[in-house]
């Protein structure tokens, strides 16, 4: 059994379908399951991370799980049951951000994951860790705009990132969960070019058949509204990120074509396969 944490977000969602389409049992955790609407055959059971009592039955019989958490959100209880369980494998989706060899990371982003990496490291259960830092989803808060017209308005427009398309994180995913054999390792993810934001948004509107234009905000003012509805810490870490990611191109690697066997899907295979999310 092969169990997905955080099943019914972007990554989760697709491992499970990715481990269906390998016809391998899956359990997929959910706190809503009657809103889940996951393929037929995929055993849906409840749990909530900060509900450890619902962790125990949610785990039995697993023998491996993929654990995509919240931001912030205590991973000790899963770990406490999950090494209870006897489960022999866990795969986690953790942070491009991360330094490695850091003692103390850079910002409350890297530093949150790294401490969830390490409690996965003491934990005893083998682990394999998959840093990602822009995935192509971040671009669906694009959607809004567009309704209301063809101009983007965001901070950071020359930022470079090499977007990474969610189904390839989950085959990536999906295949260490049922292969084995990477055991104690830690993959950089990254698509298979470096775009900035403008490229991105240029890409998008030939999608969409629209000619779509950049217009690059002053990025205090945007933190300032966002910090009213989001984390402010996160926020600033999160714009750092991207400030630094300005006039410099984002590393590529081929990591998901070496453990998939297939080369990392484009930005505009992504915003075909998401042209749904944009129309209206």
């Keep these: 059994m092969y169990l997905v944490i955080g099943a019914t977000g972007h990554f989760g969602r697709q491992t499970v379908e990715e481990l269906v389409a390998a016809q391998v049992p899956v359990r997929a955790l959910t706190r809503t399951p009657e809103r889940a609407a996951l393929p037929d055959g995929v055993d849906v059971v409840h749990g909530d991370l900060t509900k450890p009592e619902t962790l125990p039955a949610a785990l039995a019989g697993v023998h491996a799980a993929f654990l995509v958490p919240q931001y912030g959100m205590d991973v000790a209880p899963l770990l406490a049951a999950a090494k209870a369980a006897g489960l022999r494998r866990l795969v986690f989706l953790s942070s491009g951000a ?91 993810l990254t698509g298979p070019e470096s775009l900035t934001q403008a490229q991105q948004i240029q890409i998008l509107g030939k999608t969409l058949g629209r000619s779509l ?68």
């Design 213 to 280: 234009s950049v217009e690059t905000l002053d990025p205090q003012p945007v933190l300032e509204q966002m910090s009213q509805f989001m984390d402010r810490e996160f926020l600033t870490a999160l714009f750092g990120l991207m400030a630094e990611a300005v006039g410099k191109p984002a590393p590529v690697n081929d990591v998901i074509e070496r453990i998939t066997g297939n080369p990392a899907r484009t930005y505009a295979a992504w915003a075909e396969d998401h042209r749904p999310d944009f129309a209206g």
């Design 98 to 188: 991360i330094v490695s060899q850091a003692e103390r990371q850079p910002n409350v982003i890297a530093q949150y994951h790294r401490d969830v990496e390490r409690a996965i490291e003491a934990s005893g259960i083998r682990w394999t860790f998959l840093r990602l830092l822009f995935p192509a989803v971040n671009s669906l808060a694009f959607g809004m705009q567009l309704q209301g017209g063809d101009v983007i308005r965001a901070p950071y427009a020359e930022a470079a990132f090499s977007a990474v398309h969610e189904r390839d994180v989950a085959a990536v995913a999906a295949r260490i969960l049922t292969d084995g054999g990477h055991e104690g390792r830690t993959y950089e």
